[in-house]
């Protein structure tokens, strides 16, 4: 079910009825009847995969206990071995089989030697890689012995598959979510009417900015051999945004919807496209994938304590992984390497944590320097989307050859609406205003009702007036 | 919780009654006329209504025979134009009915207009049986594969559409579906106009497996049409009749029907991007123009 469909806005209501009016009075009801709903929600899709879920989180729960009553060392790492297993092995066979098969079939092919490789005709279950780091990071706390695994096998289960953000993140952390399915939860109005602001601003973001970007993402990355440069760079910076919409107006949402239930998640973004440095940017971009792969691998790898030798490899490693997690593709992996290559610099020169405070925080505008560190990184970073949004990694560089090509008036794309310009430049200004809180409009709370509702009804009339066509979340494919 | 409710009923209520001034102050959907069953079984508009088109551009009216279009100044060498949402043209000024361009293209003869969105073949042979009174020297009946597979219950039963059950060997006349609800609905302006907004987005096509490759279904059914032709035959003037297939049509349906000795013109758009409103696969006035240049060059 997606989040801008109209089952969803029939589910929604539903749910939120049955959650707070029927079964509120019973915790393990209301777990219950999170897990009903969840598996409604996913099951809307395809009710097969629904076994994938169900069983893993079996497999969790199950080890989880066992890690708490077993003592021997030995036997506790077979038992997290276990669960990396069965958790990456269904990762593996479904997101990966087909990329290592043809990987093959064409290294060998490069040599001169034809080799027959199977590929497996098979799809990729909506938000497998999302529920399988949050299930990871249950297991592997409870080995660390960072967390006391639990005995509640509905509150365990309503944790792995809390619909909200079940098949686009945020990646939830066991020690942050789970002790949330253990306690009654009371309606809160503040609580559910910023939920709900929340959501409109996410719907604002998917719908208006990410789908009406997409419409000449899609034309241009189609059809590039045929655009000018300039058009090749207004390609490249639409789908930036794009991502960013599609990803964080996911999250938004998500974020909302779990208030409107009294569930509080991190945030996931934190208005990125204001970074001084790429390094500032990724403690902005996706910050749950993002710290999941710091404390869960790059930390275990040794992290930055090392040599310079072992600083470089681990952020390769970290990079790299990254960018393998969102796809099962090269261009991925280029996306991924091309980070670390703008990382490293800062890391070696230890200056990755010099912009860790809010742009600006003081001042209603950037100053020069600010303002050139931003576009430059801006720049830095659709540079690299170009290879994510790339149908191959030589399609990418060639499209990046070509934007960079002295052709930049020529054969300009037709049909364009100036509104889509119109509309950025009013978002880019809103997430400015906004970028001290958690989401660009969250400060409004304050202000006079009248101007509020005025607001909420100006963000409705956008979304009707600029529904483009239907577009799938981006981030479900991953 | 009251409070929270509360709020959302407000929110909701003034959100509808803003958005039903809005829709109705700048004509976001177009009016829909009311509709009634014939004597004869056939659906067909309450004669003498008229309405806006969307944007508020111009007006539609129905005659006083229960069709769109004005009705011909004499009856005299006649030809009737019989067919879907493309002939009802409710989404053009008056002046871009086909029975206006024909009338300056041909006009040694005169025209009448009888259509309504969603007619079947079958249902517009129908309609061409209670135009025979006028004693019409042609009748153009506009369709495409589409409105031939919809013509038979054994490929897909539609209660709402005139059908014919092949096994039956019988008409099958077209029921109104949910004439209330949709009473509310095309009143409620609002509300439609988020209908018709959403409706084509309501449903994603889900993941396919990369070997599922979707084939023409139509190439299946021409055993079907073939009996269906037989019926008609049978049944219906077809040497009266002409049809006319949108330049959509397929290609292979096309070689079908003129295989099957019938009167046919295959409109051709030569991939003119005008022919057709940008968000809607219907006719401008301009591929409404082409199309008569076309149909009157058969004529004369």
Known sequence: MLFNSLEFFIFLPIVFVVYWFITNRWLRLQNGFIVLSSYVFYGWWDWRFLSLIAFSTLVDFSIGILLNKEEREKRRRSLLWLSLIVNLGFLGIFKYYNFFVDSFVDAFSFFGREIDGRSLDIILPVGISFYTFQTLSYTIDVYKRKLKPTSDFVAFAAFVCFFPQLVAGPIERATNLLPQFFSKRNFSYNLAIDGLRQVAWGLFKKIVIADNCAKYVNLIFADYQEFNSGTLLLGAFFFAFQIYGDFSGYSDIAIGISRLFGFDLKQNFAFPYFSRDIAEFWRRWHISLSTWFRDYLYIPLGGSRGGTAMKVRNTFIIFVVSGFWHGANWTFIVWGTLNALYFLPLLLAKRNRLNTDIVASDRWYPNLKESLQILATFFLTLIAWVFFRAKSVSVGFDYIVKMFSMQFFQSPIKDFDISILFLLLVFILIEWMGRKSKYAIEGISTLPGYFRWSFYFGLIILIFTFTGEQQEFIYFQF | ?300
């Open chain 2, 1 to 300: 919780m009251k409070k929270f409710v509360k709020h959302i009923v407000y929110f909701l209520a003034l959100g509808l009654i803003l958005g039903e001034i809005i829709a109705r102050f700048f004509f976001l959907t177009s009016s829909i006329p009311e509709r009634r069953i014939d004597e004869f079984g056939i659906q067909r508009y309450i004669p003498n209504q008229e309405g806006y088109s969307k944007g508020g551009t111009h007006k539609w009216y129905i005659n006083s025979k229960g069709w769109p279009g004005k009705l011909p100044e004499n009856y005299d060498n006649l030809i009737t134009i019989i067919g879907d949402s493309f002939i009802e043209n409710f989404m053009n000024p008056d002046s871009c009915h086909q029975m206006n361009f024909l009338k300056e293209l041909a006009p040694e003869f005169n025209f009448t207009e009888a259509s309504r969105s969603g007619v079947s073949f079958i249902e517009a042979l129908e309609i061409s049986k209670q135009l025979d009174s006028l004693k019409p020297k042609v009748h153009l009946i506009y369709i495409n594969e589409t409105d031939f597979e919809e013509s038979i219950v054994q490929i897909n039963s539609l209660t709402d559409i005139t059908q014919l059950d092949l096994k039956k060997n019988k008409i099958v006349y077209g029921k109104m579906k949910a004439p209330g609800v949709k009473k509310i609905l095309y009143n409620w302006k609002f509300i439609f106009y988020l209908y018709r907004r959403f409706q084509s987005s309501f449903k994603l096509p889900k993941p396919t497996k990369s070997t599922e490759i979707t084939q023409n279904s139509f190439t299946n059914h021409f055993d079907y049409f073939e009996d269906l032709i037989d019926y008609c035959r049978k049944n219906y003037n077809l040497k009266k009749v002409v049809i006319v297939l949108r330049p959509d049509t397929d290609k292979q349906f096309s070689a079908f029907l003129q295989r099957q000795d019938l009167n046919v013109i295959q409109l051709d758009d030569s991939r003119d991007a005008d022919w057709s409103f940008e968000h809607d696969h219907h006719w401008t006035c301009y591929g409404h123009q082409k199309a008569a240049e076309q149909v009157s060059e058969y004529l004369k």
